[in-house]
């Protein structure tokens, strides 16, 4: 299949491991991003790309993920659950997995998983589905020990403990039986347990578990328990329980007794018969003798009447695999025992003795007649028997055939026929070959027996397994022949019965029916056959017939028991698949009813007996090496009683070699003997030190693992218990009293304190906060955008001066011109004063608040307020909204976490500091008070006795204030911890005799608390003895005779005496003082220590509440962080879009102020071209026209674009102003006129600069022209960002509010978590009736801070309330007043402008507007005019003097001229006659051809009705001048501004 196309194409690439070990995985995954995530057997996770091994994860300290192999691994709402044979399930962080990378060589990276379960001691997860209850996290986990577990993975202070569902068995069902009596059945397995079930009732009862997996299991007959409650069960480490089943509903009920079961099972009696696995029991058919099989090819006899007592064993040719005893129809009572080597055994019933011979070695019964039957295969023989009557009843039907054959021939042919047919036979003899008949085979192993059961007496069938099944094979025993070998002879079987489908499939249990007319037959398979049997039927004749059912699974589900009930009414199948099935037996006249098993009731006093001491060492003596070690232990016994002699012997010896040695010392140096003198060899004693040396460095040797082992084990024991530590706890006692103070065992600081943890959702700017920080530099933009910086040009009309005729003379007005200076520097005085005033009054109406105006400090205020004054609506309200600077995340509760543990740290460190002191303190109290006692001593040994005072103790150091020293050990500590040892290893065997598989722990704990005895009592002594040399080694003084003193010598001792009554006493109560003040320091410190203590305690219980919400936060973390993000970036979507917006805003705003300049610039070139044409110019409308003309212009740039944007550009333009409107209406004389020559008599200069003109007026068209284009398209791009913000501001609400909603809820998850608040009484003011209630969950805890600071607030508000109303009362009475002032400033501003409307009147006649009085003083324009007047008849009086002389020269050359012209004109007169006899002709042919030309043309029509517009325009123009002038030709008439003519006329030209 590999090898063919489809097969290379389901091969997958190979994943090659490199450095790492190889391993089975058992669990994998696959991520996303395609790479594989996989366990491994040592508990690691792998990750793998490309086939190869990126990373292996650990946990920190190189630990592994998990203390076994991992067998799943899932990903969950994007997190990693792995699931391990240890029982646990880890939770780790996908994105740490997903983006792992190694760092070093080793290829490892340190993880952390998120949160973990322990679900069990004795737990191995296999598998993990997760149920599809919406909303919650429950799982359903598979425990390969048996159970169904239902998890709740969601972490969380109200997470349920893991449930067991269902318990089974693990493994393969090794036996099962059932009840004699009722419907109860018992099972066992390898995974030591043993079950009780009510299979009628299908429900389990009970269960117990022991240290060793059960291999058989049988029920106690009623012949032997008659209520049938007991069971009797084997394991594999050779060990039988006796178990008893009662129901517990019996017993006497004792108050405060928990939920009792349907049943129960106790443990009865336990003895172990064999070494190995127990593999069958049965019991006699009179329930005297129980017989035990085992695999260490024993088979065990006891006396059931005797409490099991043992009878003996013998031993078999191989292992036991099934005992049957006799029937009641046999005559002998016998035990059939079936060996899984081919030997059947048949053993008579054990002689039972009346008394035990203790003088026994062993309990082998070696003179047991045990018949014996090695079976030989014959299955070959069978099938060659089987083939001979094939084939001989072939031959059978062709000799019939033949003979037919001759008989029809010989009918036919007579004697032709019959020689024909033989020659025929003969051909075909010839032509036949007999085929060999199978060969006889005969296996080299002997095959397997598998089950069988008695037939007859000394006869049986047997089913076996391998090459010979496929037959059930009927044996008979040999006689009982004492001196032949069983083991060496082979035994056949005499008759056999074929067994259909069974080559491949034997049986391998068989049971029958209470009247033995059914046989049930469980196949390898898990198959179960049913064959129907005759009354009385040994040889199994009739087994034809059968029905048959798969059960079982067909490669794994071998059936191991099977079973009927006691009534025939249920057949109960096990199988090495774990499952049982039950099946009902129907009979013909019966129905089935509700049956339902009962349990037997409990034996009068169960629950006062003593629980037997059961064996659970699988190392215990059994019984048959109990009794042979009680021997070997009483040889020994005499054998150490002999050695004692003899060493009693060596020791007299040794000490009359002493006394030698002590009398030769006695002896004169030259007598004595020399000490080699003795040696009787010296190569001896020498060879006896180099042996001793050699084996002391053998001994090194070999012990130098042992000693690199330990020495290894006490550093990894102090990296695990001490270098964790900072301190230890040391307990200071106090001097005189029995008070004391410990220090704190204080560990490393937590990783809470060591790092902080970034935070995932950092809090965003509230959009108040943004629009503040924002706001000023948005409104200083729009003032920079707002002023517009206008560039002055050079000006137009001083381009037109240059080409203006220049006067000749300015001496007539120089005067004029001065006085015109004055009254114009006059009136721009003016202008300027009132613009300064207007400037102010500007100024002043901005200051002027508006109606809604809110004082800034007031809106400050009431922010303030609303961000930090506090809510104390309570937060389990469902309306409490969260304060952004009150809102917690993981991160932040991790901070805080650590802050309180390294808080607490610092407090338990400064007081650790102070007790160590205080130790340093007394150490130093203890030093002085001896050197005291010293001096005292030495005092008191001058002093008379009768003048001692008592002397204080010493102050001892006790062990706990020095702990330190409990790690320091020297050789003698060393040698007394070996002689403990050495003495607990001497006591072991005899504990372990006494209570078999017991260890001497208690023994242990004795020895040692009275080795702590001895050591006290030796370290007493030792004080004491040096105590008694400090007094005995007092300085003596040397002893002189004694002599009277005399009065001076009298007097100094009498004053020495003094002074050392004085000192003795000043050092006692120096001492006492010493004390007195230590131990008051200590009550001090101890007082300050209890007052920390309870800090710690609250410490310790709001740590817990903090550990908890930082779990309920983690859980909520994910989706907070989903949320928060998606906020934030919609958040900054809007913040990026409202600046595009703004920037757009600024640009269209920047656009229409290059607009407006680019209109500016074409008023004052209009403006400017006008000043340089002058007044009364005859080519004014000429020049006008070429200036305003159309031109179509070759672009400098390609611009793409088609027709569409050619309209757009034309619609624009028509939006232009007023000055390019008069284009259309010059459009229609192009073609009249020529604008590529300057036509006759009109300034050159002038005609120039129109042309310049006109190409800049097309280059501000055109500039015009893209500016409004890129306005359109900013207008329209305002719109959709308009839009678009309208929409993601409705999302970023939406995904606020849902932000707020989760906090919400993270806020009601945090409220359920219970909180420890000690409280004192005279702390609780919620009273009712005088008393405190009962339920206090009603009530609210406040801090003595917090109420302090509501009360001082409600304080603060009155006094501000107080101020306010004084305020407002003061600002109404303002307000009052400045009502008045303004009414009255009303009226005196109403009589100022009375009077000076009647001033106005007086004098001008009219009111008039005094600004424009003061700004039209002074006509520069007409001023102007006047002097270019004077100028102007000055050099036209020069002029006319020049020309008059010209004037009379000319006309004598023009009648010259004349003459001359005069000629020509008669030489023209001729051709003009010619001319016209040609145009006749020529107008002929035209108006035969012109006829559809004729008529008024549209232009014209146009053009008349421009003129005619012109016209009317200019007559109201000259009607406006003569009102002016008119008005100004009154005495102090006012010039107004002329008339300006409609708005829909302003657009048409000025001239023609």
């Not at 659950?81 to 399930?89: E, F, P, Y």
């Not at 740290?905 to 001896?930: G, Y």
């Not at 403006?1167 to 200036?1187: H, R």
């Not at 619609?1211 to 006759?1240: A, N, W």
């Amino acid at each position: 299949m590999a090898l063919t196309f489809t097969g290379l194409k389901l091969q997958g690439s190979l994943g090659r491991f490199g450095k790492t070990a190889t391993t089975d995985i058992e669990g994998y995954m696959e991520l996303p991003d395609g790479k594989v995530l996989s366990g491994s057997e040592w508990g690691n996770m792998l990750v793998w790309e490309g086939g190869l091994i990126k990373v292996e994860l650990c946990r920190a300290a190189r630990k592994s993920c998990h203390q076994g192999p991992i067998n799943q691994i899932v990903l969950d709402e994007g997190e990693v659950i792995t699931i391990g044979a240890d029982g646990c399930i880890r939770i780790w962080d996908f994105e740490t997995i997903d983006t792992a990378d190694t760092i070093d060589e080793t290829g490892l990276l340190e993880i952390e998983p998120i949160n973990e379960l322990q679900v069990g001691k004795h737990v191995k997860l296999f598998s993990m589905i997760k149920m599809s209850d919406m909303g919650n996290n429950i799982w359903l986990a598979q425990d390969a020990n048996g159970a169904i577990w239902k998890l709740d993975l969601s972490f969380s202070n109200i997470t349920q403990d893991p449930d067991c569902l269902f318990s089974f068995h693990s493994g393969a069902i090794e036996a099962l039986a059932v009840s004699p009596l009722t419907y109860l059945m018992a099972t066992t397995a390898l995974d030591c347990s043993v079950r009780i079930y009510d299979f009628a009732g299908k429900t389990p009862l009970a269960q117990m578990r022991f240290k060793q997996g059960g291999t058989a299991l049988t029920w106690v007959p009623r012949l032997v328990s008659y209520t049938g409650a007991q069971i009797i069960v084997g394991f594999e480490d050779g060990v039988v329980r006796i178990l008893e089943l009662y129901d517990p509903k019996g017993l006497t009920v004792f108050a405060g007794r928990k939920k009792i079961s349907d049943a129960d099972i106790n443990l009865k009696q336990v003895f172990k018969p064999h070494t190995a696995r127990v593999t069958a029991l049965a019991y006699e058919r009179d329930g005297e003798i129980l017989a035990t099989g085992s695999r260490d090819q024993t088979v065990f006899f006891f006396e059931v009447e005797k409490d099991y007592k043992p009878i003996g064993y013998i031993t078999t040719p191989g292992p036991v695999c099934q005992l049957v005893w006799s029937s009641v129809s046999h005559p002998e009572s016998t035990l059939l025992i079936f060996c899984e080597n081919g030997y059947v055994l048949e053993t008579p019933f054990p002689t039972i003795k009346e008394e035990e011979d203790h003088d026994a070695v062993s309990y082998e019964i070696k003179d047991m007649h045990i018949k014996c039957f090695h079976f030989s295969s014959v299955k070959s023989k069978i099938l060659r028997l089987i083939e001979i009557e094939k084939r001989k009843k072939q031959k059978e039907l062709k000799e019939k055939e033949k003979e037919e054959r001759r008989k029809q021939l010989a009918a036919e042919m007579k004697e032709d026929g019959e020689k024909e047919f033989q020659v025929e036979e003969e051909e075909e003899e010839e032509r036949e070959e007999e085929e060999p008949l199978p060969e006889i085979f005969i296996p080299s192993t002997p095959c397997r027996i598998l089950c069988g059961f008695y037939s007859e007496p000394g006869k049986f069938w047997v089913s076996l397994g391998g090459y010979d099944s496929g037959f059930l094979y009927h044996c008979e025993f040999p006689p009982y022949e004492k001196s032949i070998n069983g083991t060496e002879k082979k035994d056949e079987p005499f008759d056999f019965r074929f067994l259909e489908d069974t080559e491949d499939n034997p049986i391998h249990t068989i049971t029958f029916s209470i009247n033995q007319d059914l046989m049930f037959c469980g196949m390898q398979n898990g198959a179960i056959r049913v064959y129907i049997l005759s009354q009385n039927n040994p040889s199994l004749t009739n087994m034809v017939d059968y029905w048959h059912f798969n059960l079982h699974d067909n490669n794994y589900g071998c059936v191991k028991g099977i079973s009927t009930s006691f009534d025939d009414r249920f057949l109960v199948t096990t199988g090495a698949d774990s499952n049982i099935f039950v099946f009902t037996i129907f009979s013909e006249f019966e129905l089935m009813k509700a049956i339902k098993a009962k349990v037997p009731s409990p034996r009068f006093g169960i629950e006062a007996e003593p629980i037997p001491e059961d064996i659970e060492d699988p190392k215990a003596y059994s019984i048959e090496n109990a009794r042979r070690k009680r021997e070997h232990d009483k040889l020994m016994k005499e054998v150490e009683e002999i050695k004692a002699g003899k060493r009693e012997k060596l020791k007299a010896l040794r000490n009359e070699f002493q006394q030698l040695l002590e009398m030769n010392k006695e002896l004169p140096k030259h007598m004595q003997f020399k000490r080699t003198d003795f040696d009787l060899d010296s190569k001896i004693r020498a060879e006896i030190g180099r042996k001793t040396a050699h084996k002391i460095q053998q001994v090194e040797k070999e012990l130098a693992w042992e000693k690199e082992k330990h020495q290894l084990g006490l550093t990894k024991l102090q990296n695990r218990f001490r270098d964790s530590l900072e301190s230890d706890t040391i307990v200071v006692h106090a001097i005189q009293s029995d008070h004391k103070i410990s220090s704190y065992r204080l560990v490393k600081p937590s990783k809470y304190s060591k790092s902080k943890r970034p935070s995932q959702s950092e809090r965003r700017t509230s959009k108040l906060e943004r629009f503040e920080k924002e706001g000023a530099g948005r409104k200083d933009s729009q003032k920079d955008t707002g002023e517009s910086i206008n560039v002055p040009e050079e000006s137009i009309i001083d381009k037109g001066k240059k080409f203006r005729p220049k006067t000749l003379s300015e001496i007539m007005v120089e005067n004029q011109i001065e006085k015109t200076r004055k009254l114009i520097l006059k009136a721009e005085r003016a202008q300027f004063k009132i613009q300064q005033r207007r400037k102010e009054w500007e100024e002043l109406y901005k200051s002027k608040p508006q109606d809604d105006y809110e004082d800034p400090k007031d809106v400050q205020a009431i922010k303030e307020a609303q961000l930090y004054m506090g809510d104390f609506n309570l937060k389990t309200s469902p309306d409490y909204k969260i304060p952004e600077h009150m809102r917690v995340n993981a991160a932040k509760k991790e901070e805080e976490l650590g802050h309180l543990d390294s808080m607490a740290h610092s407090k338990k460190m400064h007081m650790n500091k102070c007790i160590l002191s205080l130790r340093d303190l007394k150490v130093a109290v203890i030093e002085e008070i001896q050197c005291l006692v010293q001096e005292l001593k030495s005092i008191q040994s001058t002093l008379h006795i009768s003048k001692h005072i008592p002397i204080p103790e010493i102050p001892q150091i006790h062990p706990e204030e020095v702990p330190e020293k409990r790690f320091h050990y020297d050789e003698e500590i060393l040698l007394n911890f070996k002689q403990e040892h050495m003495t607990i290893q001497d006591e072991k065997p005899s504990e372990m005799e006494q209570r078999r598989s017991t260890g001497a722990g208690g023994g242990f704990l004795k020895l040692s608390s009275g080795k702590d005895g001895d050591l006290t009592t030796r370290d007493s002594l030792s004080r004491s003895s040096k105590a008694l040399a400090l007094i005995v080694d007092t300085p003596k003084l040397m002893e002189f005779e004694k002599a009277d003193p005399i009065d001076l010598e009298l007097e100094i001792m009498k004053r020495d005496e003094i002074k050392h009554v004085y000192m003795q006493e000043y050092l006692t109560n120096r001492i006492k003082e010493l004390i007195v003040t230590f131990d008051a320091e200590l009550r001090l410190l101890r007082h300050q220590k209890l007052k920390l203590d309870i800090q710690m305690k609250l410490s310790d219980l709001h740590h817990v509440t903090l550990f908890q919400e930082m779990l309920l936060l983690k859980n909520f973390e994910k989706q907070e962080n989903i949320l928060q993000e998606r906020v934030n970036s919609l958040d900054k979507e809007e913040q990026d879009m409202q600046w595009k917006i703004n920037e757009t805003l600024k640009e269209m705003e920047e656009k229409k102020n290059e607009i407006t300049k680019l209109q500016d610039q074409e008023k004052a070139l209009y403006a400017g071209f006008q000043a340089a044409l002058g007044e009364n110019n005859k080519f004014t409308n000429f020049l006008m026209k070429v200036l305003k003309k159309r031109i179509k212009r070759v672009k400098k740039k390609e611009v793409e674009g088609d027709a569409d944007e050619e309209e757009d550009s034309d619609e624009s333009s028509e939006e232009e102003s007023s000055l390019e409107s008069d284009e259309d209406e010059s459009g229609s004389d192009d073609e009249v006129f020529d604008d590529s020559i300057c036509p006759t008599n009109c300034d050159v200069g002038l005609f120039e600069l129109a042309l310049q003109l006109r190409e800049k007026r097309l280059d501000i068209e055109e500039s015009l022209v893209e500016e409004k284009k890129i306005i359109d398209n900013l207008k329209k791009e305002y719109d959709t960002l308009s839009k678009k913000v309208k929409i993601v501001a409705t999302n970023l609400n939406a995904a606020e509010e849902a932000l707020e909603a989760y906090q919400r809820e993270k806020q009601q998850r945090l409220n359920e978590l219970l909180v420890v608040v000690p409280l004192k009484l005279h702390q609780i003011e919620h009273i009712v009736f005088g008393e405190i209630p009962n339920d206090l969950s009603g009530t609210l805890v406040f801090s003595n801070h917090s109420l302090g600071r509501l009360q001082e607030r409600i304080r603060q508000l009155h006094e501000e309330n107080s101020k306010q109303q004084k305020l407002n009362k003061e600002c109404r009475e303002r307000r009052k007043q400045l009502i008045r002032e303004k009414r009255e400033m009303a009226k005196t501003i109403s009589k100022m402008e009375e009077t000076v409307r009647q001033l106005m009147i007086s004098k001008f006649g009219r009111v008039i507007d005094l600004e424009a009085l003061q700004t039209l003083s002074v006509n520069t324009t007409l001023e102007e005019l006047k002097i270019k007047k004077l100028r102007k008849e000055l050099s036209n009086a020069k002029e006319m003097k020049m020309w008059e002389e010209k004037i009379a020269q000319v006309r004598w050359e023009l009648m010259m001229k004349t003459k001359e012209h005069t000629k020509k004109l008669h030489q023209m007169n001729d051709l003009c006659t010619e001319k016209k006899k040609l145009d006749s002709r020529l107008n002929t042919l035209q108006n035969q051809q012109g006829n559809a030309f004729q008529g008024p043309r549209k232009a014209d029509i146009v053009a008349r009705k421009k003129v005619t517009e012109l016209i009317q325009v200019q007559a109201e123009k000259i009607l406006a001048l003569k009102e002016e002038i008119a008005l100004l030709r009154k005495k102090g008439g006012l010039i107004l501004p002329p008339i300006q003519p409609p708005q829909e006329k302003e657009m048409k030209p000025m001239g023609l």
